[in-house]
């Protein structure tokens, strides 16, 4: 049971590239969920996926796309990677139906984009 | 709009001494809330969490938290602070019925001295 698993760990871009982060959980959950943080900023919700097929905007959502591909995997992508965009990006699952309201995270994806 | 406010970007405490991190949240409806630590190069990983019942909480680690209606705030406590305490916390806070999403505070860095 490997948890929430990230891919890449680091990643450095340069400005106007694109890439994609991927995400897949193991343990059967409807919620999955991208967060950046920065320093001082805390963690700023994304995107999320309440279900398989479904993703909602979160605080943060511009310059940014995802894919919800199954119930296993949430993919986060940048078009058009931009300075402002270098952060620490953090996937997390949940399932609601438990009520017990805890989110899994991922070890996290550090970015740099020059 | 909900928020949540950690008093302190940086505390610092000598080992063996009380911890107190403070965490106050705006909001007119009982929230449930949520300590989360997390450690260098790590994602974040729950220490523990207030949704009915008990006003206090106890976590892992000897952390305890305390919610306390009347001042709107939930702080985080251990009596004796250790070295591996070290770490960055966060608070959050979540409204949903079935829906986890949460909102996290911009976090405090605990530092142990020795």
């Known amino acids: 049971n490997a948890g929430v698993t990230q891919t890449p760990k680091f990643q450095v871009l340069k400005t106007g590239q694109s890439m994609t982060l991927q995400c897949a959980q193991d343990?059967?959950?409807?919620?999955m969920y991208w967060y950046r943080q920065d320093p001082g900023m805390g963690l700023r919700l994304i995107y999320y996926?309440?279900?398989?097929?479904?993703?909602d905007k979160g605080e943060v959502p511009n310059g940014y796309n995802v894919s919800r591909l199954n119930k296993r995997e949430f993919s986060l992508r940048l078009e058009s990677a931009a300075p402002s965009q270098t952060s620490v990006y953090f996937c997390?699952?949940?399932?609601?139906?438990?009520?017990?309201?805890?989110?899994?995270f991922g070890p996290g994806t550090r970015l740099l984009v020059l | 709009a909900q928020s949540v406010t950690q008093l302190g970007s940086h505390v610092s405490v000598s080992e063996g001494a009380l911890v107190l991190l403070r965490c106050n949240y705006s909001s007119s409806v009982p929230p449930y809330l949520f300590w989360y630590v997390q450690y260098p190069n790590q994602g974040l990983q729950l220490l523990l969490k207030y949704t009915t019942g008990a006003t206090l909480v106890k976590g892992i680690n000897g952390f305890e938290a305390e919610f306390k209606k009347s001042e709107t705030s939930f702080h985080l406590t251990k009596p004796s602070a250790h070295m591996s305490d070290a770490a960055e916390y966060f608070c959050?806070?979540?409204?949903?019925?079935?829906?986890?999403?949460?909102?996290f505070g911009k976090g405090t860095r605990l530092h142990i001295l020795p």
């Open positions: 997390a699952s949940s399932e609601p139906t438990l009520g017990t309201f805890k989110q899994y």
């Open positions: 996926s309440a279900s398989e097929g479904t993703t």
């Open positions: 959050a806070v979540s409204y949903a019925d079935r829906d986890d999403k949460i909102i």
């Open positions: 343990m059967n959950h409807n919620s």
